[in-house]
């Protein structure tokens, strides 16, 4: 059984469907719950659930920025060229425009965060399985 199964759940807000917008971005399954949709706000917010194993690929936010709030389970978070950064609930990233990198689960474990996320995401290659098996 995976650790953090109470994640599936939603820990702070509901867990949302599945990210079939987001899918060919992904290795695994995620969840995404849009929390703010005005048209006047720029800035996204959204709750994101990963399921064991699962992570985005590699990314650059384009004329913005991305902070991730952990709400739980157990992730990672990586910029290229830096080493890859366990992730726990109450951990909060912020990645700056045009940093290329990338956040999901931990092989055994589920994880959400909010992420909050303005500009526009380029969306490039998978993370390396063998490297993500690594962790």
Known sequence: MAKHEEVKNGVIFPVGEKNEAFAQFF???SYLKGLVSDPKVNVGV??????PGCRNNWHIHRNGFQILLVT???????EEGKTAQFLKAGDVIVTHDGVKHWHGATKDSWFEHIAITAGTPEW???VDDEWYNKL
């Open 46 to 51: 959204g709750n994101v659930t990963f399921e």
């Open 72 to 78: 739980g389970g157990e992730g990672w978070y990586q």
């Open 27 to 29: 290795v695994g399954q």
């Open 124 to 126: 490039l290659e998978p």
